[in-house]
């Protein structure tokens, strides 16, 4: 089983810092990852797809990257409703990684 | 625009059954595989089950293989998922989300349903 460990748990930014989230597969899963967002009573929102792929909808201050075992997430510069909790997921088993939670500083 | 609603989430006893429900709108409900996905109070997110959609393939997780069945009611446009031998661990939120391409599974899931809480508890 792949398991894909998510770093840091937390982390503490300002509105207009550039964030950056890391997801660390266990097995090399290709560019096969994508990442959610999610915010408190809401479903998760597909972010990103095929490692950089922007899902439709989604804006240009999110990007991904990485391949094989080590991915990330970036967001140049954060807007009040990007705080939330982040997922990566593999598509090979569908797993989730224990998520991120990004918040104000 | 696409909608998922689940519905039929309560509160069952450790070892009874429930069906839950979602319908499906704003989209060709017959071309796209469609998942189950599950989040425990205050945890992560869990993928469940999906199938094809044609409703020819099915996939479990391990945590239910064996307890859980997928289905699909094409002239329903819903998605079902019959929970059997229910534990408290199977306690959660359950959605439905819709996977992302037309006819197949890519295992990313591009809509998601705001979920029905499903409660396991004696």
């Known amino acids: 089983e792949i398991v894909l460990t998510q770093s840091p748990a937390t982390l503490s930014l300002s509105p207009g810092e550039r964030a950056t989230l890391s997801c660390r597969a266990s097995?090399?899963?290709?560019?096969?990852l994508a990442w959610y967002q999610q915010k408190p009573g809401q479903a998760p929102r597909l972010l990103i797809y095929?490692?950089?792929n922007r899902a439709t909808g989604i804006p240009a201050r999110f990007s991904g990257s990485g391949s094989g075992t080590d991915f990330t997430l970036t967001i140049s510069s954060l807007e009040p409703e990007d705080f939330a909790v982040y997922y990566c997921?593999?598509?090979?088993?569908?797993?989730f990684g224990q998520g991120t939670k990004l918040e104000i500083k | 625009q696409v909608q998922l609603v689940e519905s039929g989430g309560g509160v069952v006893q450790p070892g009874r059954s429930l069906r839950l429900s979602c319908a499906a709108s704003?989209?060709?409900?017959?071309?796209?595989?469609m998942h189950w996905v599950r989040q425990a109070p205050g945890k992560g997110l869990e993928w469940v089950a999906v199938?094809?959609?044609?409703?020819?393939?099915?996939y479990y997780a391990d945590s239910v293989k064996g307890r859980f069945t997928i289905s699909r009611d094409i002239s329903k446009n819903t998605l079902y998922l019959q929970m059997n031998y229910l534990t408290t661990d199977d306690t959660a939120v359950y959605h439905c989300?819709?996977?992302?391409?037309?006819?197949?599974?890519?295992?990313?899931?591009?809509?998601w349903g705001q979920g029905t809480l499903v409660t396991v508890s004696s």
């Open positions: 989300a819709k996977d992302l391409s037309f006819g197949e599974f890519t295992g990313y899931f591009d809509y």
């Open positions: 704003g989209f060709t409900f017959s071309t796209y595989a």
């Open positions: 199938i094809s959609y044609d409703g020819s393939d099915k």
């Open positions: 097995q090399g899963v290709s560019t096969y």
């Open positions: 095929d490692a950089s």
């Open positions: 997921q593999q598509r090979s088993k569908y797993t």
